[in-house]
């Protein structure tokens, strides 16, 4: 079965299990303490924020193709609740997903390209079993 018709929730959750196994992606030792963009109150409290944003990275990139971090900094964006006046949209911070790309091209998930990331073979092949585990 195909990524693209798989559960994405289900999807994201067992590739995220799969990324803790790849010694090249660790969450970094700050994450704790940061929002995920101004639109938040709040630091991140989930425990595997790291891993899931990075499965959902390669999700977006294998649906899209080629994605830069501008793209991405608006896709996770949201809206600013906590204030008086009408609410806007706002991205997300880029520091969080400029270094899980970063990561995951050094675990050659992810290559570079002039105009942003794409998602590699191996990147796809893992998906694609991942997706038949999930489905199967």
Request: proline share 3%; glycine share 8%; charged share 35%.
């Amino acid at each position: 079965m195909s990524v693209i018709n798989v559960d994405s929730h289900k999807l994201i959750a067992a590739l995220s299990e799969e990324l803790k196994k790849e010694s090249e992606i660790k969450p970094p030792e700050w994450i704790s303490y940061v929002k995920s963009g101004s639109h938040n109150e709040r630091p991140i409290e989930e425990k595997d924020f790291w891993y899931k944003r990075c499965a959902s990275l390669m999700f977006n990139s294998y649906k899209r193709g080629n994605v830069g971090v501008r793209r991405l900094r608006r896709k996770y964006g949201g809206r600013v609740q906590h204030v008086v006046h009408r609410s806007h949209h706002r991205p997300a911070g880029g520091k969080i997903i400029r270094l899980a790309l970063q990561q995951l091209e050094k675990a050659g998930l992810f290559e570079k390209q002039k105009t942003g990331r794409i998602i590699t073979s191996k990147g796809r092949k893992l998906m694609d079993e991942i997706s038949k585990k999930v489905e199967g």
